[in-house]
């Protein structure tokens, strides 16, 4: 079955720290993959997306995610939070040429001072 | 160029009334989408529209949702009767038809008493 997977529902880190937040699918062909960012009461803003091409993939706010097929993994990676990036975070992927997209159940993410 | 808009960003009703949501899509996208997102957890699909055609609507509850857009693009949602499990946050996306990457309105963000 086609699934999205964020396995940390939580993560607190340092202000200046590096941060990296997982992403791991399960889909019969590589989907396309996206990560989003949603700030309390506020919709989902794109970070970045991956259709092809090269895997690391630089996004906006300083993010990039790479792309392991390998592993099935496309994991964000910022290396130096900022106190606003504190947010929740959603990987999300789309069949090829199909855009029912599903999302994983989010990262929540708290930045300390 | 202006986003995804939703209105009203806020609703609180009592059980049992009638409520509806308007979403205005990016202008030239042609596939909408209204997500129902819970507390705590990702975006869900309720219905997708291409032009003014529903070509998924599976997962919406037909017994008291329905959905339409006329002329293919704004959209309106509608809950009748809701229910106190209705409280949630209800998401407009559109996108391009033939590149996936989907555009979040701000949300409306639903109370029933």
């Known amino acids: 079955a086609q699934s999205v997977t964020q396995p940390d529902i939580h993560i607190t880190v340092s202000e200046g720290a590096s941060l990296e937040l997982r992403c791991n699918y399960s889909y019969g062909a590589t989907p396309y993959l996206f990560w989003y960012v949603q700030s309390p009461g506020q919709g989902l803003q794109l970070l970045l997306k991956?259709?092809?091409?090269?895997?690391l993939v630089q996004g906006i706010k300083g993010f990039e995610a790479e792309f392991k097929r390998s592993q099935s993994s496309f994991n964000l990676r910022k290396p130096s939070v900022h106190w606003s990036d504190a947010a929740e975070y959603f990987c999300?992927?789309?069949?090829?040429?199909?855009?029912?997209?599903?999302f994983g159940a989010g990262t929540r993410l708290t930045v300390k001072p | 160029e202006a986003g995804v808009v939703q209105s009203p960003r806020y609703k609180i009703i009592e059980k049992k009334q009638p409520v509806a949501f308007w979403c205005n899509p990016i202008s030239g996208h042609n596939t909408l989408y209204w997500y129902l997102q819970n507390l705590g957890q990702g975006p869900e699909l309720l219905i997708r529209?291409?032009?003014?055609?529903?070509?998924?609507d599976s997962q919406l509850p037909k017994d008291r949702f329905s959905a339409e857009r006329l002329k293919g693009v704004d959209s309106t949602l509608k809950i009748q009767p809701a229910e106190l499990g209705d409280s949630a946050v209800y998401l407009c996306?559109?996108?391009?038809?033939?590149?996936?990457?989907?555009?979040f309105g701000p949300g409306t963000r639903l109370l029933v008493l």
């Open positions: 999300a992927v789309a069949p090829r040429g199909n855009n029912d997209m599903r």
């Open positions: 991956y259709f092809s091409g090269d895997t």
């Open positions: 996306a559109s996108s391009l038809r033939t590149e996936g990457t989907q555009y």
């Open positions: 529209y291409e032009n003014e055609e529903a070509v998924d």
